[in-house]
């Protein structure tokens, strides 16, 4: 729920108007992942280990990746992207030299090499 975070910590930007703007024109969404992330943090606190079988509380995708959802609640993934690309870029244009339309890096699977050598002596 690190997205609700910064939603609120944009919020807090009052002085900025480009985070005034998007306060305002995400208000919607921002209140879904509120509603979805309460009720999760209501649930946690509420349940003891045992009664959740010492499994973790979820929230899940639904409805073929097209949203997530906790319990009753959903939200649909493409205005949870929105909000995070937007999230991103308000936060980015508090840094006028940044880029943020640069090229992404070359991206691919994490690789990782491991070089070992063993030595082995006789103990006769």
């Known amino acids: 729920m690190a997205t609700y975070r910064v ?3 944009i919020r807090k930007l009052n002085f900025y108007p480009k985070a005034e703007e998007f306060s305002s024109s995400f208000q919607n ?8 992330r309460n009720q999760f ?6 349940i003891t280990s045992g009664e959740t079988g010492g ?3 979820s929230i899940i995708f639904g409805n073929e990746g097209k949203s997530i959802k906790f ?8 205005l949870l992207h929105e909000l995070i690309d ?5 936060v980015a244009s508090l840094y006028p030299s940044f880029n943020v339309n640069s090229a992404k890096e070359s991206g691919g699977a994490i690789r ?3 070089t070992t050598s063993f030595k082995t002596t006789n103990a006769n």
């Open 7 to 9: 939603c609120m910590a």
């Open 29 to 36: 969404s921002i209140e879904l992942l509120r509603s979805i």
């Open 41 to 46: 943090d209501h649930m946690h606190t509420q």
């Open 55 to 57: 499994g973790p509380l």
């Open 71 to 78: 319990r009753k609640l959903s939200m649909d993934t493409v």
């Open 86 to 90: 937007e999230a991103y870029r308000m």
């Open 112 to 114: 990782l090499t491991l």
